[in-house]
């Protein structure tokens, strides 16, 4: 064992000190002997400067001549007689100048005696000797070569014994106060001290009696080094330990380190008057003022180079090595044979292994929990403690952070340095601050980061006062504030920065670590809190987790329930920022400052991302893609989103927003609610946004996912975007419809949610990217201001049809085609009429919806404006017969046979105009329709007879005319047919050929059938009841009727029906006269309307009669003859045969 192996001599001299010194002041009261002995030198020497009178009697300081000046001036008269009392008081003072220099050589030279004296051992074995036994170790120790001394100081802090403890802690002050007395010191240090010029070895250089200033620079060596090694002065291993040793005995009072209690004497008077001296009390109420405007600079570095020592050995720090004595000896924190003493023995591994042992439900005792936060909350504050960051983030602090370095600012500026996009920091900086992140454990105490707790203090009050304080669901009730109003800005800026190192390792976040470690175990093969692996590093842990969390049962190896409620937790934060995500920022980060640059709001830059989805590299698109995928299945990911939503959930999604299972369920409510008045523009925008992005992958929508998964791979392979998908699907359907296939190919879970899929589709024209894509001109030049959503911008290119570019002319009347076929999918008519289809047609399917709003249009219940949606439709209409299912399969055969000049002239993507509905509406009136085909083309005469809008080819050649002539009644608000009996009674004064035609065939309809002419239909309504209720309509029947009994004078009509009737007949004669009977069918039509039509077919008869009778005549007459001309040809053929066999015979 060596000489001076714990302790240095040092102490051996305090406890003889305080037992001779009270030996010798008694003696000299009794007038007993002398005290010769510690008057003299080493080796029998005697004291320099000390009378020769006083050497044979008891011996005080304050008789001495060198120091007799300073005594009177500096010490209380009370202490003279004491000489302990007189060397504390001389050696405690301000300012060593004060003291002559004959005075300091005198006290030099006094303590230096007591500590190479013998006697002070037997003096320690009288005044110890109920300790020593206690203590078996000491006990052990051999006598006479200082080792007792050294190990009762080791274990001073188990000294019950009241005087060996009293005299153990008086003189290790004296002691400590020259680092020469301390036994091997000097030799251990001789050559570090020369190296870094941290004063004199030799006695006659430098005589002072306190040198606590060469310990502080051995010190500040040390940790220079450690902060910069290579470029500093390395100081021996030995010295090394000897200072750390020398700082560990001075931890429990801060007057055993000299230079510190220098520096810090006036400061302990303004922050710590009231602590008490012992078990490093001072310390620690120094340490927690460290950073107040009052704390003098000197003071400051002295306490941050006590506690630089105490990072690098945490013994150094008397109360946190007591407190938790017990615990690292529980948890074998210190007995880790792979370790080196040194790193052993540093702050950071107590602190890792105390956590560890917390984090995995372990009992740590409270006073070790508290000194442990202490220490936390310390490095925290400084950064400087932490010699890693000081050497690898140099240049980034003086760059960017210089000036910051009080309270965790300089801290958390690297941390804002380190997040940002701009200032990236170097890989081993980096590494350093998650590394501290991970010693200091904020994620458990927001208290801890002092700079985030100043800053939030008060959100804490006011949004999250409910939660314990020091309770880590501090930080996530933070998070869920994060961007609200209740957030402000400083607490956000900290926060973000706090939390972008801790969503780096997963162990950082106590409670998903305390529900996940038995899961991460089990399915990612994780190893202790403080362990990492190449093959599972903290950062991959997570990504872990949640692709296990939303697994199906089938699909196994799921996360246990707690835990995957705290995965969501944090997948909902880390959708507030993308920074939050690590491995979505590393694979993203140039994609990110590609398309994202000027993406700087809170969740732009995910939701700018999946807006470029097709556009970003490999890595970054799967990564983009499997969290959007997550957030299909599970939308209250999106935190954001949710928040926005938080009133239409409230009021329509609540019972589907309390399930702990979303399965898409939430965002299907959201999207069928999109327009209920609780729904405010972000979250509108939110879902319309999340809608969009489903179509660029079917993957996208959870729901149709699962319910047409098997059915895309069968039918759609290798198709993605969700448009075609669906397009492939329904084409699919259809055909296995139209073909009545006994089984469907598709399966009926997904042609239901195909179904869905499609209504949502039709609320916003961006929902079909091929229709929008053709339109986009034509909807900033027509619809600039009309809004997306609710089907608005598709609605104003229906009106604004006519002057679409053809290609967007084209798309939209094929999407009127798709929605007339199925008016479900027509999203307008469906909200405007909603209550109106609950009201009259509750149990019509949906191809037939449009029709049952048709027939109850005119009801008196009808909505106004569902009536004016029902109008809108009928004229799309009546533009083209392809725009009317029922109309197309009622004329299937009329249409080809009567009109087939119109449809040579047609296209597919182009309407008629209505000219093949004009066409069979001319047959009608000819009576040659099929009767499915004339009773649908009945029911459009009597809707475009109300209303003039509804007959296409009247509006396109009228509008002059109308404008002109009947622009009161085209003005009027309920169309009753004013309009087309305004033409016909100005038939005269229409210019226009093409318009005055088109009327012409209104009044040649209307003498088919009375229905299509409701003015005419309304006059004589009465009269029909009485007259012709036994006629069926149709086929001009009823008006030939009343044309009877306008012509019976024992009939008498109304008023009104027989002035209307007359005006009809005047109508005709004139259209006879201006447009005459194209055909026998139509003559025929025009005699039996005719007024006079008795007259015409009395001499129509006369006429044919007296054709009779004049061939009857010129039959008899002609008769015979006619006999002789057929007999002539028969008595030619003999005479011609007769002669030629006379001629043969006379040949003969």
């Given at each position: 064992?060596?000489?001076?192996?714990?302790?240095?001599?040092?102490?051996?001299?305090?406890?003889?000190?305080?037992?001779?010194?009270?030996?010798?002041?008694?003696?000299?009261?009794?007038?007993?002997?002398?005290?010769?002995?510690?008057?003299?030198?080493?080796?029998?020497?005697?004291?320099?400067?000390?009378?020769?009178?006083?050497?044979?009697?008891?011996?005080?300081?304050?008789?001495?001549?060198?120091?007799?000046?300073?005594?009177?001036?500096?010490?209380?008269?009370?202490?003279?007689?004491?000489?302990?009392?007189?060397?504390?008081?001389?050696?405690?003072?301000?300012?060593?100048?004060?003291?002559?220099?004959?005075?300091?050589?005198?006290?030099?030279?006094?303590?230096?005696?007591?500590?190479?004296?013998?006697?002070?051992?037997?003096?320690?074995?009288?005044?110890?000797?109920?300790?020593?036994?206690?203590?078996?170790?000491?006990?052990?120790?051999?006598?006479?070569?200082?080792?007792?001394?050294?190990?009762?100081?080791?274990?001073?802090?188990?000294?019950?014994?009241?005087?060996?403890?009293?005299?153990?802690?008086?003189?290790?002050?004296?002691?400590?106060?020259?680092?020469?007395?301390?036994?091997?010191?000097?030799?251990?240090?001789?050559?570090?001290?020369?190296?870094?010029?941290?004063?004199?070895?030799?006695?006659?250089?430098?005589?002072?009696?306190?040198?606590?200033?060469?310990?502080?620079?051995?010190?500040?060596?040390?940790?220079?080094?450690?902060?910069?090694?290579?470029?500093?002065?390395?100081?021996?291993?030995?010295?090394?330990?000897?200072?750390?040793?020398?700082?560990?005995?001075?931890?429990?009072?801060?007057?055993?380190?000299?230079?510190?209690?220098?520096?810090?004497?006036?400061?302990?008077?303004?922050?710590?008057?009231?602590?008490?001296?012992?078990?490093?009390?001072?310390?620690?109420?120094?340490?927690?003022?460290?950073?107040?405007?009052?704390?003098?600079?000197?003071?400051?570095?002295?306490?941050?180079?006590?506690?630089?020592?105490?990072?690098?050995?945490?013994?150094?720090?008397?109360?946190?090595?007591?407190?938790?004595?017990?615990?690292?000896?529980?948890?074998?924190?210190?007995?880790?044979?792979?370790?080196?003493?040194?790193?052993?023995?540093?702050?950071?591994?107590?602190?890792?292994?105390?956590?560890?042992?917390?984090?995995?439900?372990?009992?740590?005792?409270?006073?070790?929990?508290?000194?442990?936060?202490?220490?936390?909350?310390?490095?925290?504050?400084?950064?400087?403690?932490?010699?890693?960051?000081?050497?690898?983030?140099?240049?980034?602090?003086?760059?960017?952070?210089?000036?910051?370095?009080?309270?965790?600012?300089?801290?958390?500026?690297?941390?804002?340095?380190?997040?940002?996009?701009?200032?990236?920091?170097?890989?081993?900086?980096?590494?350093?601050?998650?590394?501290?992140?991970?010693?200091?454990?904020?994620?458990?105490?927001?208290?801890?980061?002092?700079?985030?707790?100043?800053?939030?203090?008060?959100?804490?009050?006011?949004?999250?006062?409910?939660?314990?304080?020091?309770?880590?669901?501090?930080?996530?009730?933070?998070?869920?504030?994060?961007?609200?109003?209740?957030?402000?800005?400083?607490?956000?800026?900290?926060?973000?920065?706090?939390?972008?190192?801790?969503?780096?390792?997963?162990?950082?976040?106590?409670?998903?670590?305390?529900?996940?470690?038995?899961?991460?175990?089990?399915?990612?093969?994780?190893?202790?809190?403080?362990?990492?692996?190449?093959?599972?590093?903290?950062?991959?842990?997570?990504?872990?987790?949640?692709?296990?969390?939303?697994?199906?049962?089938?699909?196994?190896?799921?996360?246990?329930?707690?835990?995957?409620?705290?995965?969501?937790?944090?997948?909902?934060?880390?959708?507030?920022?993308?920074?939050?995500?690590?491995?979505?920022?590393?694979?993203?980060?140039?994609?990110?400052?590609?398309?994202?640059s000027e993406k700087t709001e809170s969740g732009q830059e995910l939701e700018c991302l999946q807006d470029h989805l097709e556009d970003l590299g490999t890595d970054c698109r799967d990564i983009v893609g499997n969290l959007t995928e997550l957030e299909?299945?599970?939308?209250?990911?999106?935190?954001?989103?949710?928040?926005?939503?938080?009133?239409?959930?409230?009021?329509?999604?609540?019972?589907?927003?309390?399930?702990?299972?979303?399965?898409?369920?939430?965002?299907?409510?959201?999207?069928?609610?999109?327009?209920?008045?609780?729904?405010?523009?972000?979250?509108?925008?939110?879902?319309?946004?999340?809608?969009?992005?489903?179509?660029?992958?079917?993957?996208?929508?959870?729901?149709?996912?699962?319910?047409?998964?098997?059915?895309?791979?069968?039918?759609?392979?290798?198709?993605?975007?969700?448009?075609?998908?669906?397009?492939?699907?329904?084409?699919?359907?259809?055909?296995?419809?139209?073909?009545?296939?006994?089984?469907?190919?598709?399966?009926?879970?997904?042609?239901?949610?195909?179904?869905?899929?499609?209504?949502?589709?039709?609320?916003?024209?961006?929902?079909?990217?091929?229709?929008?894509?053709?339109?986009?001109?034509?909807?900033?030049?027509?619809?600039?201001?009309?809004?997306?959503?609710?089907?608005?911008?598709?609605?104003?290119?229906?009106?604004?049809?006519?002057?679409?570019?053809?290609?967007?002319?084209?798309?939209?009347?094929?999407?009127?085609?798709?929605?007339?076929?199925?008016?479900?999918?027509?999203?307008?008519?469906?909200?405007?009429?909603?209550?109106?289809?609950?009201?009259?047609?509750?149990?019509?399917?949906?191809?037939?919806?449009?029709?049952?709003?048709?027939?109850?249009?005119?009801?008196?219940?009808?909505?106004?404006?569902?009536?004016?949606?029902?109008?809108?439709?009928?004229?799309?209409?009546?533009?083209?017969?392809?725009?009317?299912?029922?109309?197309?399969?009622?004329?299937?055969?009329?249409?080809?046979?009567?009109?087939?000049?119109?449809?040579?002239?047609?296209?597919?993507?182009?309407?008629?105009?209505?000219?093949?509905?004009?066409?069979?509406?001319?047959?009608?009136?000819?009576?040659?329709?099929?009767?499915?085909?004339?009773?649908?083309?009945?029911?459009?005469?009597?809707?475009?007879?109300?209303?003039?809008?509804?007959?296409?080819?009247?509006?396109?050649?009228?509008?002059?005319?109308?404008?002109?002539?009947?622009?009161?009644?085209?003005?009027?608000?309920?169309?009753?047919?004013?309009?087309?009996?305004?033409?016909?009674?100005?038939?005269?004064?229409?210019?226009?050929?093409?318009?005055?035609?088109?009327?012409?065939?209104?009044?040649?309809?209307?003498?088919?059938?009375?229905?299509?002419?409701?003015?005419?239909?309304?006059?004589?309504?009465?009269?029909?009841?009485?007259?012709?209720?036994?006629?069926?309509?149709?086929?001009?029947?009823?008006?030939?009727?009343?044309?009877?009994?306008?012509?019976?004078?024992?009939?008498?009509?109304?008023?009104?029906?027989?002035?209307?009737?007359?005006?009809?007949?005047?109508?005709?004669?004139?259209?006879?006269?201006?447009?005459?009977?194209?055909?026998?069918?139509?003559?025929?039509?025009?005699?039996?309307?005719?007024?006079?039509?008795?007259?015409?077919?009395?001499?129509?008869?006369?006429?044919?009669?007296?054709?009779?009778?004049?061939?009857?005549?010129?039959?008899?007459?002609?008769?015979?003859?006619?006999?002789?001309?057929?007999?002539?040809?028969?008595?030619?053929?003999?005479?011609?045969?007769?002669?030629?066999?006379?001629?043969?015979?006379?040949?003969?």
């Amino acid at each position: 064992m060596a000489a001076c192996r714990r302790v240095h001599l040092i102490l051996l001299l305090m406890s003889l000190t305080a037992c001779l010194f009270s030996t010798a002041d008694q003696r000299q009261q009794n007038g007993n002997g002398n005290a010769r002995g510690i008057l003299q030198q080493p080796g029998g020497g005697n004291l320099p400067g000390v009378s020769q009178s006083r050497r044979a009697a008891g011996w005080k300081l304050a008789e001495e001549e060198a120091c007799r000046e300073d005594l009177t001036r500096l010490c209380p008269k009370h202490t003279w007689n004491n000489n302990l009392a007189v060397l504390e008081c001389l050696q405690d003072r301000k300012d060593e100048s004060e003291i002559s220099a004959a005075c300091n050589h005198l006290l030099w030279n006094y303590k230096l005696n007591l500590t190479t004296d013998p006697k002070f051992e037997s003096v320690a074995v009288e005044v110890c000797k109920t300790t020593i036994p206690e203590i078996k170790e000491c006990a052990e120790e051999p006598r006479g070569k200082g080792y007792l001394v050294s190990c009762l100081v080791d274990h001073r802090s188990n000294i019950s014994e009241y005087q060996c403890h009293q005299y153990i802690t008086k003189m290790t002050t004296i002691i400590y106060s020259d680092y020469r007395l301390i036994c091997g010191f000097m030799d251990k240090c001789r050559d570090d001290i020369n190296a870094l010029h941290c004063g004199s070895i030799n006695t006659g250089e430098k005589d002072l009696h306190s040198q606590g200033e060469v310990i502080a620079c051995l010190e500040k060596g040390l940790v220079s080094e450690a902060e910069d090694p290579g470029q500093r002065q390395e100081v021996k291993d030995e010295c090394k330990k000897a200072i750390l040793r020398v700082a560990e005995l001075s931890s429990d009072d801060f007057h055993l380190d000299r230079y510190l209690y220098f520096s810090c004497r006036d400061d302990r008077e303004r922050f710590c008057e009231n602590t008490q001296a012992g078990e490093g009390r001072v310390y620690k109420c120094l340490f927690n003022h460290k950073f107040e405007e009052a704390m003098t600079e000197k003071c400051r570095d002295a306490l941050t180079t006590r506690q630089k020592l105490i990072v690098q050995d945490y013994k150094v720090s008397y109360s946190l090595a007591k407190a938790c004595k017990s615990d690292l000896r529980k948890y074998r924190c210190n007995a880790d044979a792979n370790l080196p003493r040194a790193r052993e023995a540093r702050l950071s591994y107590l602190l890792l292994c105390l956590e560890s042992a917390v984090h995995r439900g372990r009992v740590v005792s409270g006073e070790c929990q508290g000194e442990m936060m202490d220490y936390r909350r310390m490095l925290m504050e400084d950064f400087s403690l932490s010699p890693e960051i000081v050497l690898h983030c140099r240049s980034e602090i003086e760059t960017q952070c210089s000036g910051l370095h009080r309270k965790g600012r300089t801290l958390h500026c690297l941390m804002r340095v380190g997040r940002s996009d701009k200032g990236v920091v170097d890989e081993m900086c980096q590494r350093s601050l998650q590394n501290l992140i991970q010693e200091a454990d904020p994620g458990a105490d927001y208290r801890i980061d002092r700079a985030l707790n100043e800053a939030c203090e008060s959100v804490i009050q006011t949004a999250c006062k409910h939660i314990r304080s020091g309770d880590p669901m501090i930080l996530s009730c933070l998070m869920e504030h994060l961007y609200t109003e209740k957030m402000v800005e400083d607490c956000e800026h900290r926060l973000l920065e706090l939390q972008y190192f801790i969503s780096r390792d997963w162990k950082l976040d106590p409670i998903l670590y305390r529900k996940c470690q038995g899961d991460a175990a089990r399915l990612c093969h994780t190893h202790g809190w403080n362990e990492t692996s190449e093959a599972m590093p903290p950062g991959a842990v997570f990504s872990c987790l949640y692709r296990h969390a939303y697994r199906t049962e089938e699909q196994g190896r799921r996360l246990s329930r707690d835990c995957k409620v705290e995965v969501q937790r944090i997948l909902h934060q880390r959708a507030l920022d993308v920074k939050l995500d690590p491995e979505l920022q590393k694979r993203c980060m140039t994609d990110l400052g590609k398309w994202c640059s000027e993406k700087t709001e809170s969740g732009q830059e995910l939701e700018c991302l999946q807006d470029h989805l097709e556009d970003l590299g490999t890595d970054c698109r799967d990564i983009v893609g499997n969290l959007t995928e997550l957030e299909s299945e599970d939308i209250q990911i999106e935190a954001l989103l949710i928040r926005a939503c938080e009133p239409v959930i409230q009021s329509h999604c609540h019972e589907v927003a309390d399930n702990q299972i979303d399965s898409g369920d939430l965002m299907e409510c959201l999207v069928l609610n999109k327009h209920q008045k609780e729904m405010n523009e972000k979250c509108a925008v939110g879902v319309t946004h999340f809608q969009l992005l489903q179509m660029k992958d079917f993957r996208f929508s959870y729901k149709f996912k699962m319910a047409c998964k098997e059915d895309v791979l069968k039918l759609c392979p290798n198709i993605k975007k969700k448009i075609d998908v669906v397009i492939c699907l329904s084409t699919t359907v259809r055909n296995d419809t139209l073909q009545d296939a006994k089984e469907h190919r598709v399966a009926l879970k997904c042609r239901k949610q195909l179904r869905v899929e499609e209504l949502e589709m039709s609320e916003d024209i961006r929902l079909e990217p091929e229709l929008y894509e053709s339109c986009k001109q034509d909807i900033s030049r027509l619809c600039p201001n009309v809004a997306f959503g609710n089907a608005q911008v598709i609605e104003c290119l229906k009106e604004n049809k006519k002057q679409l570019t053809p290609i967007c002319h084209q798309k939209v009347f094929k999407l009127q085609e798709v929605e007339m076929m199925d008016p479900e999918r027509d999203y307008q008519l469906m909200r405007v009429c909603k209550q109106m289809i609950k009201r009259f047609c509750p149990d019509s399917d949906a191809k037939s919806m449009l029709q049952c709003l048709k027939q109850n249009k005119n009801s008196e219940l009808m909505d106004p404006k569902c009536k004016q949606m029902i109008t809108k439709r009928q004229i799309t209409q009546n533009t083209d017969y392809r725009l009317n299912p029922v109309l197309r399969k009622a004329c299937k055969a009329d249409i080809p046979k009567f009109c087939q000049s119109v449809l040579n002239k047609a296209t597919d993507d182009s309407e008629l105009e209505g000219q093949v509905i004009s066409c069979l509406k001319l047959k009608y009136a000819d009576q040659r329709l099929s009767p499915d085909c004339e009773d649908q083309i009945r029911v459009i005469l009597q809707e475009s007879a109300l209303d003039y809008r509804l007959d296409p080819q009247l509006q396109m050649h009228c509008t002059d005319e109308i404008s002109r002539l009947c622009a009161e009644e085209a003005a009027a608000q309920e169309q009753t047919g004013q309009v087309e009996e305004c033409l016909k009674l100005n038939l005269l004064k229409i210019k226009h050929d093409p318009c005055k035609k088109e009327v012409l065939n209104i009044l040649k309809e209307s003498k088919a059938d009375i229905f299509v002419d409701p003015v005419l239909h309304t006059a004589c309504a009465l009269d029909i009841k009485h007259h012709c209720a036994a006629i069926p309509p149709g086929r001009g029947r009823q008006m030939s009727c009343l044309m009877e009994a306008l012509g019976d004078k024992r009939v008498r009509l109304q008023p009104e029906c027989k002035k209307r009737l007359q005006d009809r007949i005047d109508m005709w004669s004139y259209a006879a006269k201006v447009a005459p009977a194209e055909g026998f069918s139509d003559l025929a039509t025009q005699v039996l309307l005719s007024p006079s039509k008795n007259y015409i077919l009395f001499m129509m008869a006369l006429a044919v009669c007296l054709l009779f009778l004049v061939g009857l005549l010129c039959g008899r007459i002609t008769k015979r003859v006619t006999r002789e001309l057929k007999d002539r040809p028969l008595v030619s053929s003999y005479m011609i045969l007769f002669n030629g066999e006379e001629r043969r015979f006379c040949g003969l």
